[in-house]
């Protein structure tokens, strides 16, 4: 019972703190990236719910903001919430249909997922805005290593690895990042 007023009043804090930041009708872009940044550092933070509360309020009044609907996509799959994270990014995607970003990010966490034939006709579309993308061909060589097409997998590693020459320390060394 406890943690459920806990849970109840962490999440009226959330809401109004996010109402005095939306009082004012013209909401400035200082105050867009500072309910962004609150919202992106609970999601690092691992608050997941408090995050995704903030940024649906945030979204109720601005529905069409491509970074907010983004990064509620991405909290919602953080968060395991795979199903409503789709949604998200489908809408997103469609209401934003020359990010092809958005599609990239979208098509890398179906790979994860599993949902290849979803995710191959975005990276195509990502592949004709930058055909050199070692992302988008790091993830068709995870799909094609799925389906168990070896030899093609390689090539697409090899292709990420002549596009970006920093990348063959990673696989070789690992991260520098300690």
Not at 122 to 146: E, M, P, V
């Amino acid at each position: 019972m406890n943690s459920r007023i806990l849970k109840i009043a962490g999440r009226l804090v959330v809401t109004i703190t996010v109402i005095s930041l939306l009082m004012n009708a013209n909401c400035s872009a200082q105050q867009k990236k500072d309910t962004l940044a609150i919202a992106r550092q609970l999601r690092n933070d691992k608050k997941f719910t408090a995050s995704i509360d903030l940024l649906k309020l945030y979204i109720s009044h601005h529905p069409k903001n491509l970074d907010a609907n983004w990064l509620l996509a991405q909290t919602l799959y953080w968060d395991k919430q795979v199903k409503a994270s789709e949604i998200v990014y489908e809408k997103t995607i469609q209401d934003n249909p020359g990010n092809y970003y958005l599609k990239l990010d979208y098509a890398k966490m179906l790979v994860e997922l599993g949902e290849i034939d979803k995710a191959q006709p975005l990276l195509n579309t990502y592949l004709t805005y930058d055909a050199i993308s070692t992302d988008a061909l790091i993830t068709l060589a995870k799909i094609a290593y799925i389906k168990k097409d070896y030899n093609l997998a390689l090539s697409y590693t090899n292709q990420a690895l002549n596009n970006n020459t920093t990348l063959l320390g990673t696989f070789l060394f690992g991260s520098s990042k300690k």
